[in-house]
């Protein structure tokens, strides 16, 4: 056995009400995972700490929660490893809303036209991104994902600027564009940028959606409908965090509440967006927590059945406020990580696809997520610096060809997808070189930068994307 407490930072410091112990044993609830029943809480719980009735993780019944993992995942989806052709479009990292585990935002003070501020933070305006997006198209990328902070200057549309400028509210969050350096115009602008022919758009979380509506009593399906009008395609399920709120209380304080996350979900399905889900674990969390997580993601796909897949996001905690406070001194172990994506496919018995991100777990563990009961590892994430195709000889780095190399060697089979799965294609190993062939400007040319080296890919994310 082995003890896999994660922190010297005792979890009791939150005296959180929610806290793992249950009446049910490991065996049980191991017994049902095998057989394919519907699991409960206290099944989950049981299974993510490997029983309840000891301390630490126990090595060999975590490798028991694995392999049953491992089986389902072959029954549900088969030996496809999938993956997606993408590029990252964050439109600003202005933000306010201070999470305390994100260190992608710079106050958005620093943004402003008077401001003498340093920073290292980016404004796009809707031309630039439709440059981008314009210039990722040739280059084979079938999905752009765009995640932001929640610029003050950002609304719905026009509408919703003259509904913020003329409120007399001081607790709006808004702030006129002309007071920034760069307009990032509403986010009807953006998405109609960066809604390129043949392009999937991925974006607005239900807490950018928020902070599309607020101010106004505008439902989220009005919010979401005229997002759909200008071109968006389908909705990441980020800015979950965990989905039960005396955590989401200690680390993201000023986001929307766990009801209004499913809320505006919902809303998304209801106008009939794909969405994704998400977990950010490892932090201040319990295992119970991230059981009760799994249950509302469950609750919520039985109602929509409209989330294309559920993304483990194991929280990288260095320079985040959580870590400089001493609210926290580790993120999960790998023990922790593997089990999350076990029971994440055991217990979301509704959800087809788990995703193993190698951006968060590295290369060798991301890979080894596959045997855990993942079956989807990501996508290029290219960055916008991508601006040409090039010829087969130059694409041996992360994009196709890695993929490729990676997957084959854990002998499953490399399969390119479409964000919605509803395309797929099998990538021969034995045919290189190795590009994206269902974009709409894709021709099987491997992805490569401007300078003619392999595309490099990188995270330029918020902490939950
Ligand atoms: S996670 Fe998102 S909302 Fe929170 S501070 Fe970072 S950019 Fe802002």
């Known amino acids: 056995m082995e003890d896999a407490a994660r922190t ?68 549900v989806v088969g030996d496809d490893v999938t993956f997606v052709a993408n590029l990252n479009n964050n439109v600003t990292t202005a933000c306010n809303t201070g999470c305390l585990f994100c260190n992608f935002k710079d106050t958005a003070q620093h943004f402003e036209e008077e401001s003498d501020d340093d920073h290292a933070g980016f404004t796009k305006t809707p031309e630039e991104s439709r440059r981008i997006v ?37 607790d709006l969050n808004y702030k006129p564009a002309a ?31 928020y902070h599309a509506r607020r101010g106004t009593d505008w439902s989220y399906e009005e919010v979401y409908g005229r997002l759909a009008d200008a071109g968006l395609d389908s909705v990441p399920g980020t800015a979950a965090e965990i989905l039960v709120d005396e955590v989401r209380s200690v680390i993201c304080p000023g986001k929307i509440g766990s009801d209004e996350w499913v809320e505006a979900l919902e809303a998304a399905a209801s106008v009939g967006l794909d969405t994704t889900a998400t977990i950010m674990y490892g932090h201040v969390e319990n295992e119970a927590h991230r059981v009760r997580h799994l249950k509302r993601i469950r609750d919520l796909q039985d109602r929509t059945d409209n989330i294309t897949e559920f993304v483990p996001l194991s929280f990288v905690h260095p320079n985040t406020p959580l870590a400089e406070r001493g609210m926290i001194d580790a993120g999960a172990t790998t023990h922790e990580d593997e089990l999350m994506i076990a029971v994440s496919r055991l217990f979301l018995d509704n959800v087809e ?97 401007a300078n003619g080296t392999a595309a490099a890919a990188e995270d330029t994310s918020p902490a939950d994307d």
């Open 179 to 209: 007071a920034y350096e760069t307009d990032p115009g509403t986010y009807v602008d953006q998405m109609e940028a960066m809604d390129v022919e043949g392009i999937h758009l991925h974006s607005m979380t239900p807490e950018e959606a």
């Open 8 to 75: 010297n930072v005792p979890r009791e410091q939150f005296d959180f009400d929610c806290v793992p112990e249950t009446d049910q044993s490991f065996e049980n609830a191991l017994a049902k995972a095998s057989d394919g029943d519907r699991l409960t809480v206290a099944d989950g719980i049981e299974l993510l700490t490997t029983g309840t009735d000891r301390e630490g993780i126990d090595l060999a019944r975590k490798e028991r929660v694995l392999e049953a993992a491992d089986r389902r995942r072959a029954e």
């Open 353 to 449: 696809n788990v995703q193993s991100s190698w951006v968060k777990y590295g290369d060798e563990q991301g890979l080894k997520m596959l045997s855990c009961g993942a079956n989807d590892f990501m996508g290029t994430i290219l960055s916008e610096e991508i601006t040409k195709r090039a010829g087969g000889e130059f694409g041996e780095a992360r994009s196709f060809a890695e993929y490729v190399e990676m997957i084959t060697a854990v002998g499953r089979t490399p399969v390119e997808r479409s964000t919605d799965y509803r395309q797929t294609r099998v990538v021969d190993p034995s045919d290189p070189p190795f590009g994206p062939e269902l974009g709409p400007a894709a021709d099987g040319t491997p992805l490569v930068n």
């Open 134 to 170: 314009e210039s990722a198209r040739e280059t084979g990328i079938y999905e752009v994902t765009s995640v932001s902070g929640l610029h003050p200057a950002l609304a719905l549309d026009d509408d919703h600027v003259e509904i913020l400028e003329s409120s007399e509210r001081g």
